[in-house]
């Protein structure tokens, strides 16, 4: 489940919802005139999100067969007797 509060409301109550996202995986989106300024998450899932992102990362590096990197051209070796 997941909630949306004006940053008003949010300060008003911001002990039980830090207590609720502490303890269910659960995001509390946090606004300022009806735009998302902050968001209350969980630090198990926050740690999770972080562990994706790095192998993500790692994976994106050319590590792996199906890399999004951009491959280095290589260096055109001269032919012997080529034409000119």
Partial sequence: ??????????????DPLVRRTSNARERITITDQGRAVAIFINP????ELDRTMARLRRNSTGAGP???APQRERPRTPVAGAIR
């Fill in 1 to 14: 489940m997941s909630e949306t509060l004006p940053i008003i409301e949010a300060y008003a109550r911001f």
């Fill in 66 to 68: 199906f890399s999004c």
């Fill in 44 to 47: 198990a899932e926050l740690a």
